[in-house]
């Protein structure tokens, strides 16, 4: 699902003026929360063909990213980036901390690339977190196909803390 929709849905964009897009892509995402008025810093490890209007832009790692990083966001949005680090309860618990509302989505154990990539269940997930912050937490289970065009299972987790 949208980040946006689902931060609308939740009521969670009233009021919330910076935004960091992790794992940005295309900037795709980051572009539509600059059409609704945002500040959006976004990050990836590639290079954008063309950064969106209104986007800052870094080409960074979320580690490296976090290491230098000095400013706090209403929002943080990460989505299908954790599956590639080695660590991602440890990014998950540093990105939640500059963040009023942090949204992002890790692969489940039942996704076929467990095994390659890092994987957390849902409940492992919940744990991390006072469930009164927890403000949406899903499991979508489906066949996709990657990039490179090969059908996949996938099984993805989708959280949206709120905090304070």
């Not at 969106?52 to 580690?63: A, D, H, L, Q, R």
């Not at 890092?118 to 977190?129: A, G, P, Q, R, Y």
């Amino acid at each position: 699902m949208s980040p946006l929709i689902l931060l609308k849905e939740l009521g969670l964009l009233k009021g919330n003026k910076t935004l960091l897009d992790v794992g940005t892509k295309d900037g795709f995402y980051a572009s539509k929360f600059v059409d609704i008025g945002m500040e959006v810093d976004a990050i990836d490890v590639m290079d954008l063909e063309v950064v969106p209007t209104g986007v800052n832009y870094e080409k960074i790692n979320v580690e490296e990213f976090l290491i230098k990083n000095n400013k706090t966001y209403d929002i943080t949005v990460c989505r299908h980036v954790l599956h590639h680090l080695d660590h991602p309860k440890t990014i998950i618990e540093k990105l939640n901390a500059i963040s009023k509302v942090f949204v992002f989505t890790c692969f489940g154990p039942k996704d076929d690339w467990a095994g390659q990539v890092s994987t957390l269940s849902h409940n492992e997930v919940l744990s991390m977190f006072k469930p009164e912050t927890i403000r949406h937490h899903s499991e979508a289970f489906q066949y996709g196909n990657t990039y490179a065009g090969e059908e996949k299972f996938w099984h993805i987790n989708t959280f949206v803390i709120k905090n304070g």
